[in-house]
């Protein structure tokens, strides 16, 4: 049972419009969420998070929106850069320090 | 730069050999996780560490797989009796405890021939 879900393997965007990413959550227990971006042949890098109590976060070029009530959230970046272009995973825990459920990924690709 | 570190990067081994991986987290975070990665998906969690104490095990952890962190620094993760469906990236993660945000190594890379 996939309790986080990136249902859109694949997106492309122009060079300086804005990329929308999506992830969708099944577990109700969940309270802090975030986004990982990850370059081939590296680990993941921690971008941005947000905690249920919040329904947006913004960090610079990245803005994280949370929907608690249907349970989603999404990551908006802009302007979209060609150095964005990397897989996007989200990933949720609850209470301080436990595990990650992360999704599936969705493999961003900017054009110039 | 003291972020996380894993040795080896890459490994390759034969099926029924043992193999034993090494994390050593950002200095000073108490608590540091591993999680198993396959091609086209995303990270699974598989064992976690507050400092020496292992605080929770998934269940995808079978009785091949064991981890220590003896001291509550570096920590290891050993396969006994490798199989082909152990290939995957073995991530390393750690966090001050403090936050939820989790900082990761660059992985190490199974394959079992």
């Known amino acids: 049972d996939q309790q986080v879900k990136q249902n859109s393997p694949s997106l492309s965007v122009q060079e300086g419009r804005i990329s929308i990413l999506n992830c969708d959550y099944t577990?109700?227990?969940?309270?802090?969420f975030l986004w990982y971006k990850k370059y081939p042949a590296e680990g993941p890098t921690f971008l941005i998070s947000?905690?249920?109590?919040?329904d947006k976060n913004e960090d610079g070029r990245f803005t994280v929106f949370l929907n608690k009530s249907a349970k989603h959230l999404s990551l908006h970046i802009v302007p979209s850069q060609p150095g964005d272009s990397a897989v996007y995973f989200c990933a949720a825990s609850y209470n301080a320090g436990n595990m990650l459920t992360f999704g599936g990924g969705t493999r961003l690709m900017v054009k110039p | 730069d003291t972020g996380v570190s894993q040795d080896p990067r890459h490994k390759i081994t034969k099926r029924g050999q043992n193999v034993t991986f090494r994390c050593d987290p950002i200095?000073?975070?108490?608590?540091l996780y591993w999680y198993r990665q396959t091609l086209g998906q995303g990270p699974e969690f598989l064992t976690y560490?507050?400092?020496?104490?292992?605080?929770?095990k998934s269940r995808l952890l079978s009785d091949r797989f064991s981890a220590e962190r003896p001291k509550g620094s570096f920590s290891t993760l050993e396969i006994q009796r490798t199989e082909q469906g152990d290939s995957a990236m073995y991530l390393c993660a750690s966090s001050s405890g403090t936050g939820d945000e989790q900082y990761f190594g660059p992985g190490t890379r199974l394959t079992v021939t």
């Open positions: 947000i905690s249920s109590i919040k």
């Open positions: 560490f507050q400092n020496e104490a292992q605080l929770e």
């Open positions: 577990n109700s227990m969940f309270d802090y």
């Open positions: 200095s000073e975070h108490n608590r």
